[in-house]
């Protein structure tokens, strides 16, 4: 038993034992009953009685006690109590007051911090708040609250043959654990997953519902995309309130960050490739050639797991109905958005006015046409456009007088999905060059020294020939006259007779030996 339990136990059997004493001298049958209940001795019971009736003194032992001094070597230390033991025991050793023994050290420290306390020095703040004890908030009605958040799967799935794990971002209601919207990205989440998301929590017709509708406030972590603009201008439109929790307060929206640890564990680990499973001895995968799952696999997949989750996973917080049923037994009525209203106010808007010309509407330096701006001489309209952040192959055009909607814009000369994949491949050819030349030149600036067993200043390593170290010389110096060069400013004169010149040289100097030179004196002059 702890100490403080023990005393605690002591004081309640001390004023029992006073009680019988008064009433009389204590029988062995009652002295032998208390030591098996207080799981003591009989010995220790008489000594009670003894000092319950006052005939000695209670023994008065010295114990240590963490002072401010020992506290600040343990949180030196980081919790290590063996350390600031030998610390002690070196001070005692030169002449300082003698070192208490390890085990009253430890004690002290267990009566002094709490578990949260020791695990914090040890680990940090989220060690410490695995013991804190949390509040649970009041039960409420479906719609009160809403939480959101992001969670990436712990799944590799393929992407146009990349091999890459997705983000998830879904609403789920606090009062019914019901998932309402979820968007998936093969990419890190924005704006636009999270309006893709808030669309299908709140539409109730198919392909979505039965569950939606309008919550009276939803709670976010302060992640940019959920606060941003475009995501706040959404909501307060239809009256939401977006609640900012703290950072790095998970315990604030513990609906979302269950659902989040409910997934990893009951979904993501039965898929092929998932990246938290099992290693081997080397922390090498148990099968590193595991097929993996196409991204449109993966989402069909994660919706069948969230039609599971809503319909038939029964739950003992919910009194062992499903999410669905709880939400569907709520009588609170719905605040329903008409599923057009919905799709365009959840777009976003730079609140600019813009004309519609013969080329169609501009935006982004490109034109977008729709089928509607031909016939009804729309050419001279101004119009303001909302899109879907990072679609940018079509926008939503309103008239900027009335806020009429229009009609959608597609993009004017869209380049084809295969000269989009030769644009991609030539990006990254060019990027995996520039990688490997950083990744070289860096072999070169890497600076090694030698092995030393004894207290000596560190001893550079790598030789090089004076030839070696004067080319290398040379070409930077090459390069940094090159770098500083200024051609345009005195301008070159034409080349010899006899030289052989490429076969763009030569027509310049048909067209006219004066145009390089009259270019270099513009530039000049500008």
Not at 208 to 235: H, I, Q
Not at 380 to 399: A, C, K, L
Not at 401 to 428: C, F, K, Y
Request: charged share 25%; hydrophobic share 45%; with cysteine.
């Amino acid at each position: 038993m702890a100490d403080g339990g023990q005393h605690a136990l002591r004081d309640v059997v001390l004023r029992r034992l006073a009680e019988l004493g008064a009433a009389g001298p204590l029988s062995r049958e009652q002295v032998a009953l208390v030591a098996e209940g207080a799981g003591v001795s009989e010995r220790t019971v008489w000594r009670w009685a003894a000092l319950a009736a006052g005939r000695t003194e209670p023994v008065v032992r010295p114990r240590l006690t963490l002072d401010a001094t020992l506290r600040e070597r343990l949180v030196f230390w980081r919790g290590n109590v063996t350390a600031v033991h030998r610390e002690l025991v070196d001070a005692a050793a030169a002449g300082g007051p003698p070192a208490p023994g390890v085990t009253s050290l430890r004690r002290a420290v267990r009566e002094a911090l709490s578990p949260g306390e020791r695990a914090g020095l040890r680990r940090g703040e989220r060690a410490a708040r695995a013991h804190d004890v949390f509040l649970q908030r009041p039960a409420t009605h479906r719609n009160a609250a809403w939480e959101a958040d992001h969670v990436e799967a712990s799944v590799e799935v393929d992407v146009e043959g990349r091999l890459i794990k997705p983000w998830v971002t879904w609403f789920v209601d606090c009062a019914t654990n019901v998932v309402l919207g979820v968007a998936v990205t093969p990419c890190a989440p924005s704006r636009e997953s999270v309006l893709a998301a808030l669309r299908a929590a709140i539409a109730v017709d198919e392909p979505y519902g039965p569950a939606g509708g309008l919550p009276t406030l939803v709670r976010v972590d302060r992640g940019k995309d959920f606060l941003s603009t475009t995501v706040a201008a959404a909501c307060a439109v239809f009256a939401v309130r977006v609640v900012d929790l703290p950072g790095y307060t998970p315990h604030l929206k513990g609906t979302v960050e269950t659902l989040n640890a409910a997934v990893k564990s009951m979904f993501f680990a039965g898929l092929p490739r998932y990246t938290a499973a099992p290693r081997l001895a080397n922390g090498k995968p148990a099968d590193p050639d595991a097929p993996a799952l196409r991204f449109e696999e993966f989402v069909d997949e994660l919706l069948a797991w969230i039609g599971w989750w809503n319909g038939r996973h029964e739950m003992d917080v919910l009194d062992g109905r499903t999410p669905l049923q709880a939400w569907l037994d709520d009588p609170t009525p719905l605040a329903i958005v008409p599923g057009e209203d919905l799709r365009l106010f959840t777009l976003e808007d730079d609140g600019r006015v813009r004309t519609i010309t013969g080329k169609g509407v501009q935006w982004r330096t490109r034109f977008y046409v729709g089928a509607w701006m031909n016939g009804g001489a729309n050419a001279g309209r101004s119009v303001r456009v909302r899109w879907m952040p990072h679609h940018d192959h079509e926008i939503e055009v309103f008239d900027a007088r009335t806020g009429a909607h229009l009609g959608r814009a597609v993009l004017a000369d869209q380049a084809s999905p295969e000269q989009i994949r030769a644009v991609q491949r030539a990006r990254a050819t060019r990027r995996d060059r520039l990688a490997r030349e950083l990744k070289a030149v860096e072999r070169t600036r890497r600076q090694r020294y030698a092995a030393s067993t004894v207290a000596e200043p560190a001893r550079p390593l790598g030789a090089m020939t004076r030839s070696e170290a004067a080319a290398e010389l040379a070409g930077a110096d090459d390069r940094e006259v090159r770098r500083q060069a200024r051609p345009w400013v005195v301008p070159l004169g034409p080349p010899a007779p006899g030289w052989v010149l490429p076969r763009s040289a030569r027509t310049a100097d048909a067209g006219g030996a004066d145009g390089p030179a009259d270019a270099g004196g513009k530039d000049a002059a500008g």
